[in-house]
């Protein structure tokens, strides 16, 4: 058996496992902030042209969409580093 296999095999701990947890938090805050500002965007537009309100309505559920994709893609890279 090589030196590297019996290293991995002797040493069964993991360090620093807690700091997924805390880069997945600070991923989490670009999305949140982003999803507030569409949706207050979105209620100005809606505020200033309410015969639109379906189509802004549609293009705040696209932003909001986007920007969540963030947050999970955030929460994967915590998992896989």
């Not at 030196?3 to 600070?26: K, P």
């Not at 042209?49 to 915590?78: K, W």
Request: glycine share 18%.
């Amino acid at each position: 058996m090589s030196f590297i296999a019996q290293t991995l095999a002797a040493d069964n701990t993991i360090e620093g496992s807690g700091f997924g947890a805390i880069g997945y938090g600070l991923a989490a805050i670009g999305p949140g902030i982003g999803v507030g500002i569409v949706a207050g965007k979105a209620i100005e537009g809606i505020a200033r042209q309410p015969e639109l309100a379906g189509q802004i309505r549609a293009t705040m559920f696209l932003g909001i969409a986007l920007s969540e994709a963030l947050a999970l893609i955030g929460i994967v890279a915590g998992f896989i580093f």
